[in-house]
């Protein structure tokens, strides 16, 4: 080889030496940092104050309206970690049955996976307008959102329940008891049913009509001993929800159910607006309803009432999965299942949420109008255990050794329980 062309073999080397180097320090000033953050822990993720940072931009395609209504799920808080199933359906999402004197629609386990114990149904009657005769395996815990209605049940010993309900009331209808709903004036009704069980179906319950139009009508005759064309205008569908004229008088048809056999023990309603909150503090109040109050039921549940930043404080219960559904406002709950995976998510009127048993959560009033939501539990006694009063109720030196918060910050946690924070 030339020395000139050594000599310029060797200037290439150095030139390709060069351009490496500087990659491989471009490089490691890109990698140095991310590797810093991965290091500092699982919750370190990139988030820059504003969400403007160029890791965060999103060209799209985006649904702006969802997600303005799901900030918590867009930007998660930095605690968030892991996978947390959905634990968040709304009912807006359901499909709407629309009969001739109202709608109904449901969210189940079908809808929203991790809801096992309880199902939830939305239902509109009209003026007149009734949720036939039926009945079903499940218990049906129900509250008026709006308007009025007539509720009627009759028990296993023919005793009879025939009542007025307006907003703010519940019912409970045992399972196997039959009963129907008819809306009232001026305006019908709405109103919220619970069921023991995530698997119902609001569209294949126990009806009357369907029941004896699949009965041979010999077979009906010989029953009720009458001729077998009484039973020639029987709907030869079910009616399910059906228009018609408003009820009698109240008295009138209480005294006519109760001929012979009287009126059932224990009430089938239950008025909340009578009793006095459970809880009340500057941040809000809530009404635990269980079978404490309300002998018949076997589902328990709590009306919250959270002020604009109040908190339903930390806590979890011990003895069901919480059903949640969101009558007012807008909120966020924080779901912990353990193993350092927590998940947040928001809600507003119509949504519901799910907690599972002993899965510890809090949820926060965001909006700025009050947040109404129930808490509802496949058991007849309401339980929960909360953050603060087991760490008032745990040696504080103890609890000092775990968190290293300070013995005077231990010393000032309430001894009982808060429910609500103040503001």
């Known amino acids: 080889m030339s020395k000139m062309k050594e000599r310029d073999t060797k200037l290439n080397r150095r030139k390709m030496l060069g351009s490496a180097a500087v990659a491989a320090a471009s490089a490691l000033t890109v990698v140095a940092p991310l590797r810093a953050s991965a290091d500092a822990g699982p919750f370190q993720n990139q988030q820059s104050g504003d969400h403007n940072a160029p890791n965060e931009t999103d060209p799209g395609p985006r ?49 929203l ?61 045992p399972p196997g008891v039959p009963h129907s709903i008819q809306g009232l004036g001026p305006d019908g009704c709405r109103f919220l049913l ?23 009508k010999e077979v009906l005759a010989k029953n009720f001993n009458v001729p077998a064309s009484t039973f020639d205008k029987v709907p030869k569908k079910e009616l399910f929800i059906f228009q018609t004229g408003l009820p009698g008088d109240l ?30 503090t ?61 998940r947040t998510m ?13 899965n510890p959560h809090y949820i926060e009033n965001t909006g700025d109008t009050d947040l109404v939501f129930l808490e509802m539990f496949k058991t007849p006694e309401y339980q929960d255990i909360s953050l603060a009063e087991w760490m008032a109720h745990t040696p504080h030196l103890l609890m000092n050794q775990h968190l290293q918060v300070g013995m005077q910050m231990l010393d000032a946690i309430p001894k009982e329980e808060m429910v609500i924070t103040p503001v």
């Open 346 to 358: 928001d809600f507003q009127e119509g949504d519901v949420g799910y907690v599972p048993i002993s």
């Open 251 to 280: 008295k009138a048809e209480q005294a006519q159910a109760a001929e012979a056999t009287g009126t059932v023990p224990k009430s089938y309603s239950f008025r909340p607006s009578t009793m006095k909150p459970t809880k009340v």
């Open 113 to 173: 996976a991790i809801s096992k114990d309880i199902a939830g149904v939305e239902m509109r009657l009209t003026a007149g307008g009734v949720r036939e005769l039926h009945w079903h395996v499940e218990a049906e815990w129900a509250i008026m959102l709006y308007g009025n209605a007539r509720i009627t049940a009759v028990d296993h010993h023919a005793r009879s329940f025939v009542d007025d309900v307006t907003q703010g009331d519940l019912w409970l209808f």
């Open 194 to 216: 619970v069921f023991d069980d995530g698997n119902f179906d609001e569209f294949h319950t126990f009806l009357i009509t369907d029941w004896l139009t699949h009965t041979p």
């Open 63 to 111: 649904n702006l309206p969802l997600a303005q209504e799901n900030p918590d799920s867009v930007w998660s808080p930095k605690t968030d970690n892991g996978s947390v199933k959905p634990f968040k359906y709304s009912f807006a999402l359901s499909h709407k049955r629309i009969e001739a004197a109202g709608w109904t629609r449901q969210v189940t386990v079908r809808d």
């Open 282 to 342: 500057p941040g809000g109040e809530v009404k635990i309803i269980d079978s404490k109050l309300f002998p018949v039921t076997p589902i328990s549940a709590a009306i919250v009432t959270l002020k604009p930043g109040g908190l339903r404080e930390l806590h979890w219960h011990p003895n069901a999965d919480e059903w949640q559904y969101y009558i007012q406002g807008k909120g966020r709950m924080t779901l912990f299942i353990a193993g350092s995976d927590a």
